[in-house]
């Protein structure tokens, strides 16, 4: 079981390679909102006890500490349920009643839960988050962007639960509001969509550089202070490229 808690800004990647001719390659970048002492992001990956892995991508509501109390109840309670076996969806609403009954209602959260299945061989997504899941087939682009409620404000609340066969080069990019609104104190707000084709124009997918990318640009369209936490997941599937040997790397500065 692996656990990443409180990390302020990183970057990680994971090479999980189980799915004979293929292998997950996942990064994540996080930044924290300008002048803010914490971050309202909790990401959270955990081993599924049938094999593959999880990622649990939670934004508090407000910012600094009291955003990252939050975003660590419903992180902690989705991966905890994960770990025993819970199916996604499950865990999403148990994670959302939760938070609710925790906080009385009063406080609200947004949950992604990105799952590699090995059980079923497919790529789970569970969104409470109205920013949308971009996901790439065959080099197209897909916006994974019906409407959810965000967790915590009501009783079974359900999330938007998508399926996807493991195919090679599939990707899916996932991301808080941080990034939506980059820009937005300028009038110069992000193309996320624009930003994708332009990297997918540069060669195959690259989990580490694309989400590094997204962070980077999104800063400089705030002008170096981001307006808000920003947390940017990506994975892909590719093509076999090792052997079995399982690598994480995460950096932190200090």
């Known amino acids: 079981m692996c656990y990443f808690q409180n990390i302020h800004n990183w970057t990680a990647i994971y090479r999980h390679c ?11 970048s996080k930044i924290s909102k300008y002048a803010s002492s914490e971050s309202g992001d909790t990401m959270e990956m955990v081993e599924r006890p049938a094999g593959g892995l999880s990622f649990v991508l939670v934004d508090g509501q407000r910012s600094g500490k009291s955003a990252k109390a939050i975003s660590n109840v419903v992180a902690r309670k989705a991966i905890s349920l994960l770990a ?22 009063k406080v609200m959260a947004t949950l992604n839960i990105l799952s590699i299945d090995l059980q079923t061989n497919s790529l789970v997504i569970v969104r409470n988050n109205p920013a949308p899941v971009i996901l790439i087939q065959d080099s197209n682009i897909t916006l994974l962007d019906e409407p959810v409620d965000v967790v915590g404000i009501r009783r079974e609340i359900r999330p938007s639960i998508n399926e996807i066969p493991l195919t090679r080069n599939l990707v899916a990019i996932v991301f808080t509001d941080g990034l939506l609104h980059a820009g937005d104190r300028s009038g110069q707000r992000m193309d996320i969509v624009q930003h994708i084709k332009e990297m997918m124009a540069d060669g195959p997918p690259d989990p580490v550089r694309w989400a590094d990318k997204l962070i980077h640009d999104a800063v400089k369209l705030d002008q170096g202070r981001p307006s808000d936490d920003i947390s940017v997941l990506v994975v892909a599937i590719v093509p076999r490229q090792g052997d079995d040997v399982r690598q994480l790397i995460v950096r932190v500065p200090l």
Not at 18 to 25: D, G
Request: glycine share 10%.
């Open 18 to 28: 189980r799915i004979h001719v293929m292998e997950a390659h996942i990064a994540v």
């Open 84 to 105: 025993d076996g819970v199916r996604d969806g499950a865990a999403a609403r148990a994670a959302s009643d939760y938070l609710y009954t925790h906080r009385a209602g």
